[in-house]
C-alpha cells in the first residue's frame, strides 16, 4: 500500500507562485509514474501533469503548459508542482496520484491517491 500526502497549498494573488509537494511512503515510489490532478468546485477532475518513474518522460495539460513544472525525487520520495503564474482558474484541490502504467493523463489508471491540498488565487 502507498500513502500519498500532500502540501503545500494556499492562498495567493494572480501572478504569484507556489510548489506543491507530495510525499509517499509505505511501499516502491520509484518505480510509479506519478501525476497531479486538480478538482475546481462544480467542475470534474482534471488532469495537470504527469512524470514518469525516472523523471524522464513529462507530460502536461495545455492549460498549465509553460507555467507549471513538475519534477520528482527518488530519494526522497517526493513528487513536486511548481506552479507559476498562477490564474483565478488554477483555483482547485490539488492531488497526487500514483500510477504502475506508463505516464498517462487517465485518472482510471492511478491506483493511489493523496488527499489533496487547496489552493485558491484570488484576481
Known amino acids: 500500500q502507498l500513502q500519498l500526502v500532500e502540501s503545500g497549498g494556499g492562498l495567493v494573488q494572480s501572478g504569484e507562485s507556489l510548489r506543491l509537494s507530495c510525499a509517499a511512503s509505505?511501499?516502491?515510489?520509484?518505480?510509479?509514474?506519478m501525476g497531479w490532478f486538480r478538482q475546481a468546485p462544480g467542475k470534474e477532475r482534471e488532469f495537470v501533469a504527469v512524470?514518469?518513474?525516472?523523471?524522464?518522460?513529462?507530460l502536461y495539460a495545455d492549460s498549465v503548459k509553460g507555467r507549471f513544472t513538475i519534477s520528482r525525487d527518488n530519494a526522497k520520495n517526493t513528487v513536486y508542482l511548481q506552479m507559476n503564474t498562477l490564474k483565478p482558474e488554477d483555483t482547485a484541490v490539488y492531488s497526487c496520484?500514483?500510477?504502475?502504467?506508463?505516464?498517462?493523463?487517465?485518472?482510471?489508471?492511478?491506483?493511489?491517491w493523496g488527499k489533496g491540498t487547496q489552493v485558491i488565487v484570488s484576481s
Open positions: 509505505g511501499r516502491t515510489f520509484s518505480s510509479l509514474a
Open positions: 496520484a500514483a500510477s504502475s502504467y506508463s505516464y498517462n493523463r487517465d485518472p482510471r489508471r492511478y491506483a493511489y
Open positions: 512524470i514518469s518513474w525516472s523523471g524522464g518522460s513529462l
